[in-house]
Every structure is written in structure tokens, then in C-alpha cells.
């Protein structure tokens, strides 16, 4: 039994998740751009003294940057997350923490379903855009732990004008040019809005040119491409197609690309390894 907690923060819940004598535990609870600080570190306290043993340690995925293992320098998900630390979390369970970046997380959850690839690239494309790269079984962190952060690549417009594509192809960008909720564009989308349906491919193409960049930066003989984001129809169709259109076609073809394999938690289950990782072979992490 893997005796490790895994955590997943995004815009809408807090999901936590840990093994059990049978099966999974999970436990989830509502978060949103205004949830406090404070309520989060309740909710995972009290999952923690609710588990019929003691964990070895907590591993959390944060929506924004983190600085090494131990704090939130800066998330505009939830805002009160940052200067967030692990050891408010770990004085309050009694526990080893160490946070990690949510899209790292799912870089480090996907990447172990391809034990065979070289370089494996995660994009994942829900309110906002990141990604993450392992190479040989390693992540790629950065400096101070902020590599992948893809939804600040700068773009140029039809109109000249310098965007990041977090502004042009997320699912934030969607919602602002059309000035749609979720379900609604999901709605208008199955029921054939066909201005929405343009909007929709025009942000596929941006993302399509920006994953052009990945490959030509990175060469990842398996890219991963996921998020809510990305399931909206018309919209990976467009961003294949520019990026088959505008890659070397040496590097494209050897490139596989697919949908992440954990279909839930996958953040929770990235997080959840990191921490092993970092107890077990802290050199290696």
C-alpha cells in the first residue's frame, strides 16, 4: 500500500486522495478564486486525522509558481495560496509536505505510464495553460522550480500586437472573447454555435503554434496534451493541425501524441509521487 497522501488545488475543488485497506479514499471540497487559505490547510487536516493510519507525508499540487518544495510564490488561481508554505501544512498534520506545481505533478503522473520514451512533454489546458518535461525519468524544474510555465509564451496577433497564450488559447481566453461560462460554451458548442465554434479554433490554432515551439525546443519523442480545455470540439483538431503544418516534420513524427492516460486525480497522483520521491531518494527528486 502506498502509504503517501496526494493533494490537487485547482479553481474549482480541493481533491485529496489516499490509499485505503480496500480501495482509494478520496475527499474533495470546494475551493474557487476567493477560498481562503485557511480553509484548505482545515480540509486537509481533518482528511488526514480521519485515515485509519498515520501517512509517511503529503504531497500537494499548487496552481502557480513554487519555489523549490516549500512555498507558493505566486498563484492568480487562488489568489490566498500565495506565500502559501508546507510547513503551515505540516505543523498543522504532523506530517512531511512538499508542494509541487500542479502541471508538474501531472507531468511527473503521466510520464510514468512511458518507462520506454527519452523525453516525455505534458501540456495540460484548463482556465489557464502550464506544462512540464521529464527526460529520462527526471523533471525539469528550473533555476528555482518554475520552468513550464507555457501559458506565458509570447505571441504575436494578427494585429502585431505581443500576447501571452494564456490570453489567446486557454479556456480563460475562450470565456473572455465570448463571454461564455463553462457549461454554456459546452451547451452552444453541442448545439452548433458556429460563431463560438470559431472562437473555440482560433484558440486551438495559437496553441497549435506554441506546441510547435515545444518540439523544436524540447524534440519529446511523447507529448501529452490535457485539460478540460482541450476536450472542447473543434479545438485540438485545429491545434494538430497547425502544429503538423508548422513543425520540422523530423521532429513531428516522432513525436507521439495522446490524451493524458489518468483520466482523474492526475495532479493528485503526481503530487502524491513527488513526496515519495523526495523521502525515499531526496538526490534523485
Known amino acids: 500500500m502506498n502509504s503517501y497522501i496526494g493533494v490537487e488545488i485547482d479553481a474549482e475543488r480541493l481533491t485529496m486522495l489516499a490509499d485505503g485497506p480496500d480501495d482509494l479514499i478520496v475527499r474533495t471540497a470546494a475551493t474557487g478564486r476567493e477560498c481562503e487559505l485557511q480553509h484548505i490547510v482545515y480540509e486537509v487536516e481533518h482528511f488526514v486525522a480521519d485515515l485509519p493510519y498515520v501517512p509517511s507525508g503529503i504531497g500537494i499540487g499548487m496552481p502557480g509558481l513554487v519555489v523549490g518544495t516549500d512555498k507558493v510564490e505566486l498563484s492568480h488561481v487562488i489568489p490566498a495560496l500565495s506565500g502559501a508554505t508546507a510547513d503551515l501544512f505540516a505543523k498543522r498534520t504532523g506530517l512531511p509536505v512538499a508542494f509541487i506545481n500542479d502541471a508538474k505533478a501531472s507531468t511527473l503522473a503521466e510520464a510514468a505510464?512511458?518507462?520506454?520514451?527519452?523525453?516525455?512533454?505534458v501540456v495540460m489546458i484548463d482556465t489557464f495553460i502550464a506544462s512540464g518535461v521529464v527526460v529520462r525519468g527526471d523533471l525539469l524544474l528550473g533555476a528555482k522550480g518554475w520552468s513550464g510555465e507555457f501559458g506565458y509564451m509570447i505571441m504575436t496577433t494578427a494585429d502585431g500586437q505581443p500576447k501571452p497564450l494564456d490570453l489567446l488559447a486557454s479556456g480563460y481566453?475562450?470565456?473572455?472573447?465570448s463571454g461564455l461560462d463553462a457549461a454554456s460554451i459546452s451547451q452552444k458548442?453541442?448545439?452548433g454555435d458556429a460563431?463560438?465554434?470559431?472562437?473555440?479554433?482560433?484558440?486551438?490554432?495559437?496553441?497549435?503554434?506554441?506546441?510547435?515551439?515545444l518540439l523544436h525546443l524540447y524534440n519529446p519523442d511523447a507529448l501529452v496534451i490535457g485539460g478540460s480545455t482541450a476536450r472542447l470540439p473543434g479545438y485540438m483538431e485545429e491545434a494538430i493541425n497547425k502544429l503538423e503544418a508548422h513543425a520540422l516534420p523530423e521532429l513531428f513524427k516522432c513525436c507521439s501524441i495522446a490524451s493524458p492516460k489518468s483520466s482523474q486525480y492526475v495532479t493528485a497522483?503526481?503530487?502524491?509521487?513527488?513526496?515519495?520521491?523526495?523521502?525515499?531518494s531526496p538526490d534523485k527528486a
Open 113 to 121: 505510464h512511458y518507462p520506454d520514451r527519452d523525453t516525455i512533454a
Open 173 to 177: 481566453a475562450i470565456a473572455h472573447q
Open 189 to 191: 458548442l453541442a448545439d
Open 195 to 213: 460563431q463560438l465554434s470559431a472562437i473555440v479554433r482560433e484558440a486551438g490554432a495559437y496553441l497549435g503554434y506554441a506546441l510547435a515551439n
Open 269 to 280: 497522483f503526481g503530487a502524491r509521487e513527488w513526496i515519495r520521491k523526495l523521502i525515499s
